[in-house]
C-alpha cells in the first residue's frame, strides 16, 4: 500500500515530440526496480515518468530512468548478425541463419574434441527472467556444463551464500515496505543515496517524519550523501566490517540486550556465537576497524533497542573475500536481536541490477538450478531434469565456472568457446588484462549486445544484435522479491532479437527443438513458473496475465495468492528443522594490506548518474554532466603526503596496473583510503578504468571477487600522455580483431 505521507514529484524527460501513446514498464538499471510510464510516438520512446502506481517507487524515478529515451535509437545500435570469416577479418554482415549455423557447428566441434565443459556462457543481471532461463536450461540440461554464471556474480553472490547458510534459502525477508516502518536503519556497504537512489529517498522521509524517533546508522568510510542523513556515522577502515558488527554484538551480549526468546526459539549457535564475539570489545574492534568504541556501543544500543531494525547492505559488504562472512555476522545481529520476520525489520541485501533476483531464482550462476535448486543436490537435479524432460545423468554434478573462473580458464585453454550476453567483462571484471588475454585466447567469442563497439564486442568472432529495454517482452524481479512484468513498447531495430528468441533459435539450430519449441516469451515464463512450483520462490501464482494487472512478490503459490511481503513471519526458516543458524565469524584482514610500496587502500563504487559501463549512460549528455571524468577520492593528509593538491592529476598504481584520474581531496574520506568510481572503460581511454588496479581474489564460497579493497599508490602527474601500445576500442564495426 502507498504510504500516507508520500507525496511524491513526478520526473520526467522529452526526447522531442508529443506521445501518441503510454504504456507501463520497468527501469531496467537499479534493482529497486522502479515502475515506469513511457511515453510513445510511433515506433519511438519520447519519454519516461514513474509509475505512480508501481509499489516499488510510487512515480518517483531517478535520473537515470528519465533519460532512458536517449538510450535507445543510438548510432551505435548493433542491427545485424555479423561474422568474421577468419580471426584477423572484419566482421561481416551474415543472416541470423547463418550465424547461428557456425555458432553451432563451432559449439558442436568443441564439445565433442574437448568435452561440455569446453564452452561457457557468461550473462548478466539485466537479461530478463525467461532469457536467463533459457540460456541456463541449453547449458545445464542440454549441453551438459553447469559452465552458465553471470556479472551478477559480481554483485550478490556472497548475498545468496550468506542467506542459504544461515537462514536455510536465499530471499530476502522483507520489503520496502517495512522502510516505512523501520525506527532504526543499519546501512553498511552501501552508498544508498547514489545506488539505490529511490530507496535512500524513502529512508530520508522515513527520517524526517520521525526524527527522535528513527535512527539511521550508517558506515562508510566516505562521508557520502548517505552518510549526510546519519545520526551516526561511523567511517569504518575498508575490509574490517566484522570487527564491528562482532562488537556490536558483544554489547548487546555484555548490556542483555538480546532477545532470549526469539533465540531460544527460532534459532541454533547461541552459545558458540556468544563466545566468538566475547574478544570483541569496542576497543578490541575500534584498533581493527577505527571507529571509536563509543560510537560503537550507541550503534548496538539503537539497533537492538529498536521496535523494528532494518539492515540494509549492497556490494561494500558482499564484494569481499569473506562476503559470505561478513552476510553471515550482520544475519547473526538481526536474529540475536529478533529483528526478523517482523515490521521494519530484517536483513535486506539490495542487489545491484535490475534483475539480479530473477537470476537466482531462475538458476543463473554455475551452482543453481531453477526455483533455488542446486546442481550439487541428486534429488534437485533430478526434479529439474524431469520438468526438461531429460534423464537426471544429463546433467552434471559438478559446478560450473563461476565469472571470473571463466575468464581464467579461457585464458589457460581450459574453455575454449565464451558467449557472452548483455554484459561488458573487460570493463566490469577486476583486472581485464586477464580477461583481455582470455578473449585472445579463446577459440570462439560469441558476444550478443545492443550496442556495437563496446570494449568486449570488438573481441567477437560472432556479433548478434540483441533487442533491449522498451523493445522485447519479459519480468524483472526488483530486490524486495517483486516480479514486474515489461510489455514490449516499440520494434528493435534492424533485424534484433530479444535475447531469450537468440538462445532458443541457437538450441533449435543445436537440433533441440523439441525441448526449445517456445514462439513467445510467455511460453518461457510458465515453464519456469512450473519449475518454481513449491519451492520457497514459488511463482506459480504467477502469470502473465496477472503480471499485467501489477507486479506480485514471491512466494505466490497460487492464482488467489496476492503474494507475500515478508519473508519469516511465523520465525520458521527454511533448515531442516526450521530454526535459523547463528554462523560464528572471526575479523580478516583483505586480501591485500597496504605496505610501503602501495600505501593506499582504493575502493571503488558507482555514481547516482553513471550505470556500471557507460554503454548506455555515457551517451546522455545530461548525465554527463555531472561527471564526465574519473576521479579519485584522497584524504587531505594522504595528499599532502605526495604533495597533491585538489583538482590536480593522479596516476594511481597497484601490482596489477594503473589509472589516471582527478584528484578530489576531501576530509569526507577515512585516511589511508582512496575512492574511484568504476564506471569508466578501457574505450573511454585505458587510463581511466578503476578495475585496471582491483584484484580478483575472491571468497572462497561465494566466489565473488574483492572489488572494495586493494592496494594503491599514488603519484601526481603533470599531463596526461596516452601510450600508443596500450589497447583502445575500435570504433569501426569493420575493424580487425584486438
Ligand atoms: S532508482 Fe534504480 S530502478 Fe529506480 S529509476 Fe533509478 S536506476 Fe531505475
Not at 537479461?127 to 559480481?154: C, M, Q, V
Not at 552476510?327 to 525489520?345: D, E, K, V
Not at 603526503?641 to 581531496?665: C, H, L, P, W, Y
Request: aromatic content about 8%; charged content about 25%.
Amino acid at each position: 500500500m502507498k504510504p500516507k505521507d508520500l507525496a511524491l514529484p513526478i520526473y520526467s524527460s522529452d526526447n522531442g515530440g508529443t506521445t501518441d501513446r503510454w504504456g507501463k514498464s520497468y527501469c531496467p538499471y537499479c534493482g529497486v526496480g522502479c515502475g515506469l510510464i513511457v511515453g510513445l510516438k510511433g515506433n519511438t520512446v519520447v519519454k519516461v515518468n514513474g509509475d505512480p502506481d508501481h509499489p516499488a517507487n510510487f512515480g518517483e524515478i531517478c535520473a537515470k530512468a528519465v533519460f532512458l529515451s536517449r538510450t535507445v535509437a543510438t548510432s551505435d545500435r548493433l542491427l545485424y548478425p555479423q561474422v568474421r570469416p577468419r580471426r584477423d577479418s572484419p566482421l561481416v554482415r551474415v543472416s541470423w541463419k547463418q550465424a547461428l549455423a557456425r555458432a553451432a557447428t563451432a559449439f558442436r566441434e568443441i564439445i565433442s574434441r574437448h568435452g561440455p565443459d569446453a564452452v561457457a556462457f557468461y550473462g548478466s543481471g539485466q537479461l530478463t527472467t525467461e532469457e536467463y532461463y533459457i540460456f541456463n536450461k541449453l547449458a545445464k540440461g542440454f549441453l551438459g556444463t553447469n559452465n552458465f554464471d553471470t556479472n551478477s556474480r559480481l554483485c550478490m553472490a556472497s548475498a545468496v551464500a550468506g542467506y542459504r547458510s544461515s537462514l536455510g534459502s536465499d530471499g530476502p525477508p522483507p520489503s520496502y515496505a517495512d522502510i516505512d516502518l523501520a525506527e532504526c536503519f543499519l546501512l553498511i556497504g552501501t552508498n544508498t543515496a547514489e545506488c539505490h537512489p529511490i530507496i535512500f529517498r524513502r529512508i530520508e522521509r522515513r527520517k524526517r517524519s520521525d526524527p527522535n524517533k528513527v535512527t539511521v546508522i550508517v558506515v562508510d568510510p566516505r562521508r557520502t550523501e548517505t552518510a549526510d542523513l546519519a545520526d551516526l556515522h561511523l567511517p569504518i577502515r575498508p575490509g574490517t566490517d566484522i570487527a564491528l558488527i562482532n562488537a556490536m554484538l558483544h554489547v548487546i551480549v555484555k548490556e542483555g540486550l538480546a532477545d532470549r526468546k526469539f533465540i531460544d526459539g527460532h534459532t541454533h549457535g547461541w552459545e558458540a556465537l556468544a563466545a566468538i564475539v566475547d574478544p570483541y570489545t569496542p576497543q578490541y574492534a575500534h584498533e581493527i576497524c577505527g571507529i571509536s568504541p563509543r560510537l560503537i556501543e550507541q550503534a548496538a544500543r539503537s539497533f537492538a533497542a529498536s521496535s523494528g531494525s532494518l539492515i540494509l547492505w549492497s556490494m561494500g559488504i558482499n564484494q569481499s573475500t569473506v562476503g559470505v562472512r561478513k552476510n553471515n555476522a550482520l544475519i547473526n545481529l538481526a536474529l540475536a536481536t529478533g529483528q526478523i520476520g517482523r515490521p521494519g525489520a530484517g536483513p535486506f541485501s539490495l542487489t545491484g541490477q535490475p534483475n539480479a533476483m530473477g537470476g537466482r531464482e531462475v538458476g543463473g550462476l554455475s551452482h543453481l538450478l531453477p526455483g533455488y535448486r542446486s546442481v550439487t543436490n541428486p534429488q534437485d537435479r533430478a526434479e529439474v531434469a524431469a520438468l526438461w524432460g531429460v534423464p537426471a545423468a544429463h546433467l552434471s554434478p559438478k559446478p560450473g565456472y563461476p565469472a571470473i573462473e571463466i575468464f581464467e580458464a579461457l585464458a589457460d585453454g581450459k574453455v575454449k568457446a565464451v558467449w557472452i550476453l548483455c554484459t561488458n567483462p573487460i570493463v566490469s571484471m577486476p583486472e581485464p588484462d586477464m580477461v583481455e588475454k582470455a578473449l585472445r585466447q579463446a577459440e570462439l567469442v560469441v558476444v550478443q549486445d545492443a550496442y556495437h563497439p563496446t570494449d568486449t564486442t570488438q573481441y567477437a568472432d560472432i556479433l548478434l544484435p540483441a533487442a533491449q529495454w522498451s523493445e522485447k517482452e519479459g519480468v524483472m524481479t526488483n530486490s524486495e522479491r517483486r516480479i514486474t512484468y515489461m510489455p514490449k513498447l516499440v520494434d528493435p531495430p534492424g533485424e534484433a532479437l530479444p535475447d531469450w528468441e537468440i538462445g532458443a533459435r541457437f538450441a533449435r539450430e543445436l537440433g533441440l527443438s523439441e525441448a526449445f519449441p517456445y514462439r513467445s516469451a510467455a511460453e518461457v515464463f510458465e515453464e519456469f513458473a512450473r519449475c518454481t512450483k513449491g519451492r520457497f520462490n514459488d511463482y506459480s501464482g504467477a502469470s502473465y496475465a496477472r503480471l499485467k494487472e501489477g507486479p506480485l512478490q514471491w512466494p505466490c503459490p497460487g492464482p488467489a495468492h496476492p503474494g507475500t511481503e515478508r519473508l519469516y513471519t511465523d520465525g520458521k526458516f527454511q533448515t531442516e528443522d526450521g530454526r535459523a543458524r547463528f554462523i560464528p565469524v572471526d575479523h580478516q584482514e583483505p586480501h591485500e594490506k597496504p605496505d610501503d610500496d602501495y600505501p593506499i587502500t582504493l575502493t571503488t563504487g558507482r555514481l547516482k548518474n553513471q550505470w556500471h559501463t557507460m554503454t548506455k549512460t555515457g551517451k546522455v549528455e545530461s548525465l554527463l554532466k555531472s561527471g564526465r571524468e574519473p576521479f579519485v577520492e584522497i584524504h587531505p593528509q594522504d595528499a599532502a603526503k605526495i604533495g597533491v593538491q585538489d583538482g590536480d592529476f593522479v596516476e594511481v598504481t597497484s601490482r596489477r596496473g594503473k589509472a589516471i584520474a582527478q584528484a578530489r581531496v576531501t576530509e569526507e574520506i577515512v585516511r589511508g583510503t582512496c575512492f574511484m568510481p568504476f564506471h569508466w572503460g578501457r574505450a573511454a581511454g585505458y587510463y581511466k578504468a578503476a578495475n585496471n588496479l582491483t584484484v580478483r581474489a575472491r571468497d572462497p564460497v561465494s566466489r565473488q571477487p574483492e572489488l572494495k579493497a586493494c592496494a594503491v599508490r599514488l603519484t601526481r602527474i603533470e599531463e596526461i600522455v596516452p601510450d600508443p601500445t596500450l589497447p583502445v576500442c575500435d570504433a569501426s564495426a569493420a575493424g580487425p580483431r584486438p
